[in-house]
């Protein structure tokens, strides 16, 4: 399975790039690609502009083939791309990686494979930058973007998705931190208080 990782964002209410920001003394993006890494053959981080980065081996960077269409613009690219029939997305400003929670959703898929998306939940809300993609949705995707209709809620609806219960997220890891992302420099605050947990 591979990994692609949302970095192409505007970060126009945090006022500066988020991928690049550091946290800890490393930049976001960075910080996040190192957590996964561990867990995929290949990583796949889409940007909405060429960038002179360090050169990580299995880590490739994407510019978005059609560009300013969001978050599914990005999935899109990554599924273009990616040679993995399942794909594990991952936003780059959600810092907080947990290795059971992606242990958890990769052993989930093995025994149960015959959805095309695998979408956890939190507070009865559906959560699609930690969720796992079939390869083959693709066609929905670009139809989707096409329309004009970036949503994550009407891809959904086109396509068979599995709902992964928070009851059952909550026993392997803490929800509130792996479904945080820092979207303003306020929630820098927050993330630091997550981080003393």
Known sequence: MNAIILAGGKSSRFGSNKAQ????QKPMLLN???????????IYVIVNKEYDYNELENVEYIVD???NKGPLGGLYTGLKATD????YLQACDMPFVCKGYLKYMKSY??????Y????????GYLE???????????????NLIKEDKLNFDNLFEK???KRIEERKIAKIADTDRIFFNINKKEDLIKYDKFKAK
Request: charge should be positive; proline fraction near 7%; avoid cysteine.
């Open 109 to 114: 898929i093995s025994k149960n494979n015959q």
């Open 84 to 87: 993995s029939e399942y794909n």
């Open 116 to 123: 095309d998306a695998y979408i956890p939940e939190k507070n």
């Open 159 to 161: 396509i068979n998705i």
């Open 128 to 142: 699609p930058f930690v969720g796992i993609y079939r390869q083959s949705i693709k066609k929905e995707v670009l």
């Open 32 to 42: 996040v690609i190192e957590k996964l890494k561990p867990f995929f053959n290949k």
């Open 21 to 24: 920001y550091r946290l800890e």
């Open 65 to 67: 083939i059609i560009p």
